[in-house]
């Protein structure tokens, strides 16, 4: 019993003893953790930089024509000949159309004919009215001399002022006829269907054809659809937010899928004075010269509007930008503590790559790679120093022994 009691001792004092050993042993490792605190998060920097950054709107839209119109006849006819097509270049008074103009060229005719008769009766009523004259004249004379009695003088004075009465209405009639020949010419003018005057000069194109020869047209029948595309204009709709920093006379610069790679540049023409309500957004017309006709009606289109230009600034690459508690800011690099220092920052223009810090000054480099696993005040491991520690891991890195061969399943 005794012996028992000695061995229940000995155990109890042996495990005693291993957990005193065991308690030290885990105070020191978590000791030693404390000391050491969070582990160093290894990062990409990119120096602050001075240099110049634009502010460019990027618009998608569609090109126009800078004027387009139908050309139609104004009177209804036959449509006898068609003398353009679609892609013909046509100029200021060109002939597009003939109408058949038998039944007009008969009314000019006609109105000729009236004429005539109306300048026919106007000499007659002429001669007449000469007559009256010459017999009032005499009689008068005659009423004077007392030969003539006060009623043929009457009778004299009324046939004068009837004739005269006459002559105004031949010579009126005659006007008449004269205004019918010329709208009788006129609408037989309208037969030959011309392109109307071009103002600007620029070159015009036939866009649609919708007759064809034969065709009974009614006035106002579409017949040929003229554009202008010396000059195009691009349609674009910008948003609320870019809206107040549109100008008139804005450089832009144009980019389609037709000519990969080739820029065409134009300028902000006009600006909608209102946003639409639906879709909140103002439309904006883009002036592109087109003189080699490459471009055309209908084209999607790219278009880059330079709104700002900031020289010799602050700028940083956009990856660095980060928020912390709410604030906008970027970690700077220290390095002479290898730390990460928050810095909260004012931004001016931003792109799709870089930012302008206009407050505070920054100074050395930031934190592009890694930023979101640190705090302020982060212990950092620099590239440089990944760089050196490479090289030492190799050589750490124990050989196999010489002329032993790989098991089976092992890597050399």
Known sequence: MKKFVIIVLAVAGIGFLSWQIYEKASGSKEGSGSRRGSPAVAVEITPIQQASIKDVGRFSGSLFPQSEFIVAPKIAGRLEKILV???DGVTADNLVAVLDDEEYQQQVNQAVAELEVAQASLEEVKI????????YERTVALREKKIASESQLDLADSEYKTQQAKLQVAAAQVSQKQAALKMAKVRLSYTQIRVPPNHAGEQRVVGERFVDEGSMLAPNTP?????????????????????????????????TDAFPGQ????????????LMEKAREARVEIKIPNEQMLL???????????????ENVTVIPLAALVKRNGNQGVFVVDRQE???????????????????????????????????????GATIILPDEMSKADPQRQADKPDSPPGKKPAAGERT
């Open 85 to 87: 097509d679609i892609g």
């Open 128 to 135: 007449t009215s000469e007559t009256a004259k010459r017999e």
């Open 223 to 255: 017949i040929v659809s003229i554009l202008n595309i010396g000059t195009l204009i691009a349609v674009i709709n910008v948003i609320e937010r870019d809206y107040p920093k549109i100008r008139l006379g804005l450089p832009a610069l144009i980019n």
């Open 263 to 274: 820029t065409f540049s134009g300028k902000v023409l006009r600006i909608a004075p209102l």
């Open 296 to 310: 055309k009606p209908g084209m999607f289109v790219r278009v880059q509007i330079e709104f700002e230009l900031h």
């Open 338 to 376: 290898k730390k990460a220092r928050f810095v909260p920052v004012t931004v001016g223009i931003v792109n799709e790559t870089r930012v302008e810090i206009l407050k505070p000054q920054l100074t050395g480099a930031v934190i592009t790679l890694g930023q979101h696993l640190i705090e302020d």
